[in-house]
Each structure stands twice: as C-alpha cells, then as structure tokens.
C-alpha cells in the first residue's frame, strides 16, 4: 500500500504563490503518472494537473498558465507549484495516482486564498 503525504498549503492573498509538495512511501511513484486533485466545501473531488512518469503534463482549463506540476522519481516526491492565486482555488488538495487512484488517500494539504 502506497502512503502519501502532502504538504505546504497555507493561508495566502489573491494574487500569491504556494508550493505543495506530496511525499510517496514507495519506488512505484516512479512508475505511475501522478495527480494533482482538490476538493472545495460542497463540491466533488477534481483532477487539476497530471504528469506522466516521463514528465508529460496535462491541466484543468482553469489552472493552465498558473500551477506547474512536477515530480522528483529520485525522492518519490511531486510538487504543484501555484501561482496567481484566486478565491476559487481554496481547497483541500491531494496527490494520487492518475487516472486510477491508489485505494488509499494521504490527508491533502488546505490552501485557503483570500479576497
């Protein structure tokens, strides 16, 4: 069973950056595209950026030109670094597997952006 981790979500202004980053218990992280996804009060779970395990990337319409995915397979690490922030992107964020998602899910990180 792969175990996920994420971090870095945080309380920022419209406008700023985070970096989340999502730590994997196991060397299968290198052999799976991997996702991004995040869930806002009231509404369902939502891919926003997926990478392959060769580094091909793919985003939501309504993060394009503003989060980056990227993944480290030496430290089974992945990373979204987000940029110009808005209200609409509070969520709870998660990583897992894509576009099947491994059965169990880390805690997910909060990044609340503010008005």
């Known amino acids: 069973q792969v175990q996920l981790v994420e971090s870095g979500g945080g309380l920022v202004q419209a406008g700023g950056s985070l970096r989340l980053s999502c730590a994997a218990s196991?060397?299968?992280?290198?052999?799976?595209?991997m996702g991004w996804y995040r869930q806002a009060p009231g509404k369902q779970r939502e891919l926003v950026a997926s990478i392959t395990n060769r580094g091909s990337t793919n985003y939501t319409d309504s993060v394009k030109g503003r989060f980056t995915i990227s993944r480290d397979n030496a430290k089974n690490t992945l990373y979204l670094q987000m940029n110009s922030l808005k209200p609409e992107d509070t969520a709870v964020y998660y990583c897992?597997?894509?576009?099947?998602?491994?059965?169990?899910w880390g805690q997910g990180t909060q990044v609340t952006v503010s008005s």
């Open positions: 897992n597997s894509d576009p099947r998602p491994f059965d169990s």
């Open positions: 196991r060397n299968i992280f290198r052999l799976v595209a």
